[in-house]
């Protein structure tokens, strides 16, 4: 039996896979896309489509009401690197769309919300390796701000008006369908287009940048888990930390060479590297597997065989 899920941002990077996926599991009609503009081809041709700004409350809520919308997925934000450059805007449009949202499920206008935060929500006092849950956080980028203070609200909002609002904090993502845009972790995904085109890449961080990172197939099994397990069992309403796997970019550029012999990698580390140098190395998500049973299935090894394949036949 279907049920009506909305996706705020489905052109993205994570809104492409996670659509597509949601419209597999509880059919193509139940499952709206909503974007600023259009998406790719999959995507437009496969279910209905809406196109949305996700700050603007009023036709969000036509959106919901016109659809019967039960359940919102807001995955429009704008990332660290971007975010860097254009602050307001960017504290804008991650705030406005999140009170959006959570406002919506304060009226009991839909149900269940998911909204993703990030591995950015840390900073350079949070402990760097195995970084747990509940720790120092202090965020030093306006993206990490904005994702921390969203936290915040989102726990806010559970408890003092029982809105069922889930979160993950997710690490970098490795995907090939749709480009992630103004991330600081983008080199993890930019290195295998360029690999498979020119065979090299300069890469924008030190080859020794450890990051947490996961394959996107990973990530959209966490979030569609998360949001069907039992509400009872979540202890967390701020947000999960994940975790799969922890490399630098030297990591990644051998794991390429078996497939591609002559890769090449030279480093010209700019303005990204202090963000990624504020950033934990490796997460602990033991809550994650202890309250809705996460385990990852992608290493990078893993990774890099399903992106040269799928990137080689696109
Ligand atoms: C970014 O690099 O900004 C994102 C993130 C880790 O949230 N990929």
Same mark, same amino acid.
């Given at each position: 039996m279907?049920?009506?899920?909305?996706?705020?941002?489905?052109?993205?990077?994570?809104?492409t896979?996670?659509?597509?996926?949601?419209?597999?599991?509880?059919?193509?009609?139940?499952?709206?896309?909503?974007?600023i503009?259009?998406?790719?081809?999959?995507?437009?041709?496969?279910?209905?489509?809406e196109?949305?700004?996700?700050t603007?409350?009023a036709?969000?809520?036509?959106?919901?009401?016109?659809y019967?919308?039960?359940?919102?997925?807001?995955?429009?934000?704008?990332?660290?690197?971007?975010?860097?450059?254009?602050?307001?805007?960017?504290?804008?449009?991650?705030?406005?769309?999140?009170? =959006?949202?959570?406002?919506?499920?304060?009226?009991?206008?839909?149900?269940?919300i998911?909204?993703?935060?990030?591995?950015?929500?840390?900073?350079? =006092?949070?402990?760097k390796?195995?970084?747990?849950?509940?720790?120092?956080?202090?965020?030093?980028?306006?993206?990490?701000?904005s994702?921390?203070?969203?936290?915040?609200?989102?726990? #806010?909002?559970?408890?003092k008006?029982?809105?069922?609002?889930?979160?993950?904090?997710?690490?970098?993502?490795?995907?090939?369908?749709?480009?992630?845009?103004?991330?600081? &972790?983008?080199?993890?995904?930019?290195?295998?287009h360029?690999?498979?085109?020119?065979?090299?890449?300069?890469?924008?961080?030190?080859?020794?940048?450890?990051?947490?990172m996961?394959y996107i197939?990973?990530?959209?099994?966490?979030?569609? &888990?998360l949001?069907? #397990?039992?509400?009872?069992?979540?202890?967390?309403?701020?947000?999960?930390?994940?975790?799969?796997?922890?490399?630098?970019?030297?990591?990644?550029?051998?794991?390429?060479?078996p497939?591609i012999?002559?890769?090449?990698?030279d480093?010209?580390p700019?303005?990204?590297?202090?963000?990624?140098d504020s950033?934990?190395?490796s997460?602990?998500?033991?809550?994650?597997?202890?309250?809705?049973?996460?385990?990852?299935?992608?290493?990078?090894a893993? &990774?890099?065989?399903?992106?040269?394949?799928?990137l080689?036949?696109?």
């Amino acid at each position: 039996m279907g049920k009506s899920i909305l996706i705020l941002g489905a052109c993205g990077q994570i809104g492409t896979e996670l659509t597509l996926e949601l419209r597999k599991k509880y059919g193509d009609h139940d499952v709206v896309a909503s974007d600023i503009r259009e998406g790719g081809s999959d995507l437009m041709a496969s279910g209905p489509f809406e196109l949305l700004d996700a700050t603007n409350y009023a036709a969000i809520e036509d959106v919901v009401m016109h659809y019967e919308i039960e359940e919102v997925y807001l995955m429009a934000a704008m990332l660290s690197a971007t975010a860097e450059k254009f602050p307001t805007r960017a504290w804008n449009l991650n705030m406005s769309s999140l009170f =959006n949202v959570l406002n919506l499920g304060k009226e009991k206008k839909i149900d269940k919300i998911f909204w993703p935060s990030s591995i950015a929500v840390f900073g350079p =006092n949070t402990p760097k390796e195995n970084t747990p849950q509940n720790t120092v956080m202090e965020p030093s980028t306006v993206y990490g701000i904005s994702k921390l203070s969203g936290e915040r609200w989102c726990e #806010y909002y559970h408890k003092k008006f029982g809105v069922d609002v889930r979160s993950i904090r997710y690490p970098g993502l490795i995907s090939w369908k749709t480009a992630p845009g103004g991330g600081t &972790t983008d080199y993890a995904v930019e290195i295998y287009h360029e690999a498979l085109k020119h065979g090299k890449y300069s890469c924008f961080l030190e080859p020794d940048t450890f990051l947490p990172m996961m394959y996107i197939d990973d990530a959209i099994r966490a979030t569609i &888990t998360l949001m069907e #397990y039992n509400s009872g069992n979540l202890t967390i309403r701020s947000s999960y930390n994940l975790a799969a796997m922890s490399f630098s970019p030297h990591e990644i550029a051998q794991s390429i060479e078996p497939h591609i012999p002559d890769f090449k990698m030279d480093y010209t580390p700019d303005f990204r590297q202090q963000i990624a140098d504020s950033w934990p190395g490796s997460i602990d998500d033991a809550f994650a597997r202890k309250d809705w049973g996460w385990t990852p299935k992608f290493d990078l090894a893993a &990774t890099t065989k399903e992106m040269l394949k799928h990137l080689e036949e696109k």
